[in-house]
């Protein structure tokens, strides 16, 4: 059933407008509110709780003076996630944050960064609060600076509440905490009006804000849990890699049993590094990666210059690689469509990495550690690389790649096109294509694909082929000639005739 749930916030702006200072006075406040002095945040995100006016709330005096807010009052925040991981986060499809607070310097108003800022929370669909920094700086003209701020605001589309629009705006100081406890109340409106709403007893679902190896506690994701609750002991998988909840830590690095909507919390127990922005709950064979996949490797191949797929794998034991080597195989069958350059066992090195970039490859990893200076090396060499931790899901995107490869033609090689200039009735059913060859040549051999538009409407064969009044086995780039075709197709003037042969 679902319920409220607190709000979760990321901050986004320009560098030096107080971001981070923000940040760290909200997250001391409420470690001091909370009698953690000395416990330092663990992960990149926490939560906050929160009274009416706005005043963070702890757990000794506050309780004893009935302060202590519902579920309803608390707030999470995003701390890691700059302008690229926002951006990696967004275009993977995973709204993260409900609201996004754009911290501007009273002194600088909009910059390069605050602009990208606005287009990233505007793309993203997310509630906007402004928060204008450094408010307490000698020697400002508060009024003529926050008036200005409002006017670049609204040439960037984000019209304030006091010039019609629906966008709050807030005067705050990072460093002395001035305004703060006024932004948080206003956190609280705003994720009134919206009513964030999830349900504990759903299956858990959330996104990676943060992802690692560590060398003592292996892969660990920070995951935001926007739906469902999390239970330690649970089989996941996190964008295409599983896991079994081996533990679950809070901000504060405490063990957990459960996590619900809104809750930030880390994950180990994973059989390897999740990308930023992989959803809890989903494979990466979404219909739009795989889609993004195929494309990469199809625009690798022209660039190449080649209609064979090189490849080399890296699977955990000999068996697997043994599985994955003959299911490629099979690709093979009619001609040669994949080729493995390498295959081995053991984790992703850098050598693999520089191997595929060398030789046009792409990296497929089955089961195996892949670190992020690798994906950095893959990355800067411009070489694709996958991972699975389930073969048919391998096996599944590499038919893909084939399939979408004969379909587009990088798989054959094109003898010749003409163009279909005029048809002429001949006998009681049949008509001849008049044509002129446009390029290369076309014989009565191999097979021809009729093409109107980009569409191709069938393929066929040539049954007759006269150049005038002869039959002729062969016409060149220019030639004009006549085709009859079996089995018939329905083509029209102004169709090509591509003549092919698949390879």
């Given at each position: 059933m679902e319920q409220k749930r607190p709000p979760i916030i990321t901050i986004l702006g320009h560098v030096d407008h107080g971001k981070t200072s923000l940040l760290d006075f909200i997250r001391k406040e409420a470690v001091a509110a909370s009698e953690h002095g000395g416990i330092t945040q663990a992960i990149g995100a926490y939560q906050i709780e929160v009274g009416d006016g706005g005043q963070v709330i702890?757990?000794?005096e506050d309780k004893k003076n009935n302060l202590k807010p519902t579920t309803n009052n608390l707030i999470t925040f995003i701390d890691t996630p700059g302008h690229a991981a926002f951006e990696k986060m967004r275009s993977r499809g995973a709204k993260v944050a409900d609201i996004a607070?754009?911290?501007v310097a009273i002194d600088d108003g909009l910059m390069p960064q605050t602009i990208e800022a606005i287009k990233h929370i505007l793309a993203a669909k997310v509630a906007m609060i402004v928060a204008v920094n450094k408010i307490d700086?000698?020697?400002?003209?508060?009024?003529?600076?926050?008036?200005?701020?409002?006017?670049?605001?609204?040439?960037?589309e984000v019209l304030v509440e006091e010039y019609g629009g629906d966008v709050p705006i807030v005067e705050v100081s990072a460093k002395t905490g001035l305004g703060v406890d006024k932004l948080l109340e206003i956190i609280q409106l705003v994720a009134e009006v919206n009513e964030f709403k999830g349900d504990p007893s759903a299956p858990a679902t959330g996104v990676v804000v943060e992802s690692k190896l560590d060398k003592n506690k292996g892969p660990i994701a920070t995951v935001i849990i926007q739906n469902g609750t999390l239970k330690k002991g649970e089989a996941v998988v996190i964008g295409g890699v599983i896991g079994k909840v081996r533990g679950l830590i809070d901000y504060l690095g405490k063990q957990l049993d459960s996590a619900g909507p809104s809750t930030p919390i880390?994950?180990?127990?994973?059989?390897?590094?999740?990308?930023?922005?992989?959803?809890?709950?989903k494979t990466t064979s979404t219909k739009e990666e795989k889609k993004a996949v195929v494309t990469s490797i199809l625009d690798r191949l022209k660039k190449d210059d080649t209609s064979v797929l090189k490849v080399v794998i890296r699977a955990d034991v000999a068996g697997s690689l043994e599985a994955i080597e003959d299911a490629l195989e099979k690709f093979n069958e009619e001609a040669e469509h994949i080729k493995i350059i390498a295959a081995t066992t053991g984790d992703l090195t850098e050598n693999d990495v520089k191997l595929a970039s060398?030789?046009?490859?792409?990296?497929?990893?089955?089961?195996?550690?892949?670190?992020?200076?690798?994906l950095k090396i893959a990355e800067t060499e411009g070489v694709l690389l996958r991972s699975y931790n389930i073969i048919y899901e391998l096996i599944e995107e590499i038919d893909a790649v084939v399939e979408e490869m004969l379909k587009v033609g990088a798989l054959e090689e094109i003898y010749g096109t003409a163009q279909i200039i005029a048809e002429f009735p001949y006998g009681k059913n049949e008509k001849i294509a008049g044509c002129k060859v446009l390029d290369g040549f076309i014989t009565k051999g191999p097979k021809v694909k009729i093409i109107r538009g980009e569409e191709i409407i069938g393929e066929t064969k040539i049954k007759s082929l006269k150049k005038v009044k002869?039959?002729?086995?062969?016409?060149?780039?220019?030639?004009?000639?006549?085709m009859m075709f079996e089995p018939k197709i329905d083509f029209a003037a102004?169709?090509?005739?591509?003549?092919f042969r698949t390879i």
């Amino acid at each position: 059933m679902e319920q409220k749930r607190p709000p979760i916030i990321t901050i986004l702006g320009h560098v030096d407008h107080g971001k981070t200072s923000l940040l760290d006075f909200i997250r001391k406040e409420a470690v001091a509110a909370s009698e953690h002095g000395g416990i330092t945040q663990a992960i990149g995100a926490y939560q906050i709780e929160v009274g009416d006016g706005g005043q963070v709330i702890g757990d000794s005096e506050d309780k004893k003076n009935n302060l202590k807010p519902t579920t309803n009052n608390l707030i999470t925040f995003i701390d890691t996630p700059g302008h690229a991981a926002f951006e990696k986060m967004r275009s993977r499809g995973a709204k993260v944050a409900d609201i996004a607070v754009l911290v501007v310097a009273i002194d600088d108003g909009l910059m390069p960064q605050t602009i990208e800022a606005i287009k990233h929370i505007l793309a993203a669909k997310v509630a906007m609060i402004v928060a204008v920094n450094k408010i307490d700086l000698p020697g400002i003209n508060k009024v003529a600076q926050m008036e200005k701020i409002k006017k670049q605001l609204s040439d960037r589309e984000v019209l304030v509440e006091e010039y019609g629009g629906d966008v709050p705006i807030v005067e705050v100081s990072a460093k002395t905490g001035l305004g703060v406890d006024k932004l948080l109340e206003i956190i609280q409106l705003v994720a009134e009006v919206n009513e964030f709403k999830g349900d504990p007893s759903a299956p858990a679902t959330g996104v990676v804000v943060e992802s690692k190896l560590d060398k003592n506690k292996g892969p660990i994701a920070t995951v935001i849990i926007q739906n469902g609750t999390l239970k330690k002991g649970e089989a996941v998988v996190i964008g295409g890699v599983i896991g079994k909840v081996r533990g679950l830590i809070d901000y504060l690095g405490k063990q957990l049993d459960s996590a619900g909507p809104s809750t930030p919390i880390e994950i180990l127990g994973l059989e390897g590094v999740p990308d930023v922005g992989a959803e809890l709950g989903k494979t990466t064979s979404t219909k739009e990666e795989k889609k993004a996949v195929v494309t990469s490797i199809l625009d690798r191949l022209k660039k190449d210059d080649t209609s064979v797929l090189k490849v080399v794998i890296r699977a955990d034991v000999a068996g697997s690689l043994e599985a994955i080597e003959d299911a490629l195989e099979k690709f093979n069958e009619e001609a040669e469509h994949i080729k493995i350059i390498a295959a081995t066992t053991g984790d992703l090195t850098e050598n693999d990495v520089k191997l595929a970039s060398s030789t046009g490859a792409i990296v497929v990893g089955f089961n195996v550690k892949v670190l992020n200076q690798i994906l950095k090396i893959a990355e800067t060499e411009g070489v694709l690389l996958r991972s699975y931790n389930i073969i048919y899901e391998l096996i599944e995107e590499i038919d893909a790649v084939v399939e979408e490869m004969l379909k587009v033609g990088a798989l054959e090689e094109i003898y010749g096109t003409a163009q279909i200039i005029a048809e002429f009735p001949y006998g009681k059913n049949e008509k001849i294509a008049g044509c002129k060859v446009l390029d290369g040549f076309i014989t009565k051999g191999p097979k021809v694909k009729i093409i109107r538009g980009e569409e191709i409407i069938g393929e066929t064969k040539i049954k007759s082929l006269k150049k005038v009044k002869d039959e002729v086995t062969r016409v060149e780039k220019s030639d004009e000639c006549g085709m009859m075709f079996e089995p018939k197709i329905d083509f029209a003037a102004g169709d090509l005739i591509q003549s092919f042969r698949t390879i």
